[in-house]
């Protein structure tokens, strides 16, 4: 199957700092890619969309100036989480699909911890 | 808005049949998918079903799906230890967004 890369695997950062979490598609060009969030023992929440070179739709209650997400090319999204907070840490995931395929294929996740 | 539940944990002991309960509410899903998530991991789908069908099969996985009810269910047969993980449910409409709404996750634990 399709391949989807995360980087950083995990992150530790200072409260105020913001973080970049990159979502790689290895092996095929992802028009779509969706940012996840997961808590401790609960389900994944999802968080943005975004197609390749337009703006992301975030979900209600997703703060856009928070958690910014750029989806440049078609093998790469990143999502910035600006001025992060010891509430932010969680497992961000991404998932990607290319164009006109229904199946998400997940990245591996990020663990953040804001201390 | 839609919602997507599952019991949180089930225990079996290697060798027996695991059967894992979903129900959703959203009339309008159109596929049903079933991840399994390892320790530390993201998701890798294990399999789907079409709203039209009632069984899928495939290998050691039976998913049955009763619309009427919105249930789903995914048994695995003769369970190992590697099946040990936390399986979602999710539900996924007909439109072009792919937008995924997710159940809590179900916690499988295998006993040798």
């Known amino acids: 199957g399709a391949v989807v890369s995360q980087h950083p695997s995990w992150v530790i950062c200072k409260s105020g700092t913001s973080v970049k979490i990159e979502c790689r598609s290895l092996d095929f060009q992802a028009t779509t890619m969706f940012w996840y969030r997961q808590f401790p023992k609960q389900s994944l929440m999802l968080m943005a969309t975004s197609n390749e070179g337009s703006k992301a739709t975030y979900e209600q209650g997703v703060e856009k100036d928070k958690f910014l997400i750029n989806h440049a090319s078609l093998t790469l999204s990143t999502l910035t989480v600006t001025s992060a907070h010891p509430e932010d840490s969680s497992f961000y995931i991404c998932?990607?699909?290319?164009?006109?395929?229904?199946?998400?294929?997940f990245g591996p996740g990020t663990r953040l911890t804001v201390l | 808005g839609e919602d997507v539940e599952q019991s949180l944990f089930l225990s079996v002991r290697e060798g027996d049949s695991s059967v894992i309960n979903c129900t959703y509410t959203?009339?309008?899903?159109?596929?049903l998918y079933w991840y399994k998530q390892e320790p530390g991991a993201g998701l890798q789908l294990l399999t789907y079903i079409f709203s039209n069908m009632d069984m899928k099969q495939d290998q050691r996985l039976t998913v049955l799906l009763n619309k009427k009810d919105k249930h789903l269910s995914l048994r695995i047969a003769d369970t190992q230890t590697g099946d040990s993980a936390i399986y979602f449910c999710a539900s996924g409409s007909s439109g072009n967004t792919g937008k995924l709404i997710f159940g809590q996750g179900t916690t499988l634990q295998v006993k040798p």
């Open positions: 998932s990607a699909r290319g164009d006109g395929v229904r199946e998400q294929f």
């Open positions: 959203d009339s309008s899903s159109t596929y």
